[in-house]
């Protein structure tokens, strides 16, 4: 899958995080989402170590990116700002925020509303803030998309990142990566892409 059509800097951003906006166009062209460890790296190729324990090998594109995710808080969600959150359903068109990835200024990407697998259950909502109120339950956006709105409440405590560029190194052994990686009829993984968390922790989509 292309990641998460700028210039530069955004565009290898863009490359670096197309996993956490994109749906699959098809069940047959789903991506294979992959969260762990970085075990081994190599300019082609990515070994990680998957949360049920898993070892997997990653073939790496020869344009292959690094994006981070830094936390923020919630003060870092304007109105105007692209974010992407997975969700609970609620109610019809609330959805209960799980974790919220802020893109940078002017980069868009995934926008809609789709199934996660954060999980079960979940929804990837991305799209542009609208109001944002700060509550009793948290704060509560209203995220616009081009087929929609929906209403997200971010409880305290949730998961709150800004994604950014990062130099390949970043994806050393130990870190907490993000993969999403398409598959050859053999079987074979690739990927242009590598989110790894800051300072440890594990990117939250």
Excluded at 160 to 172: F, G, K, L
Aim: charged share 15%; glycine share 10%.
């Amino acid at each position: 899958m292309t990641l998460f059509r700028s210039a530069a800097p955004a565009a290898a951003l863009l490359l670096a995080t197309s996993a956490a906006a994109q749906p699959p166009a098809t069940p047959a062209m789903a991506p294979k989402i992959l969260r762990g460890e970085v075990v081994v790296v190599t300019p082609d190729k990515l070994t990680l170590k998957t949360l049920d324990g898993k070892v997997v090998e990653v073939v790496l594109a020869k344009t292959w990116t690094v994006s981070r995710t830094r936390a923020v808080t919630a003060a870092e969600i304007l109105p105007g700002s692209f974010i992407g959150t997975t969700n609970m359903p609620e109610s019809a068109g609330v959805g209960r925020s799980l974790e919220v990835h802020v893109f940078p200024p002017g980069v868009k990407m995934g926008e809609g509303h789709y199934g996660w697998d954060l999980k079960p259950g979940s929804m990837m909502t991305n799209g542009t803030v609208g109001k944002v109120v700060a509550g009793a339950k948290g704060r509560e956006l209203d995220v616009a998309y081009s087929t929609g709105t929906r209403h997200i409440i971010v409880p305290p405590g949730t998961p709150i990142v800004q994604i950014t560029p990062a130099d390949r190194s970043a994806a050393q052994p130990g870190a907490k990566a993000f993969v999403v990686a398409g598959a050859t009829p053999q079987g074979v993984l690739i990927s242009n892409s590598v989110v790894v968390g800051e300072n440890g922790v594990a990117p939250p989509m």
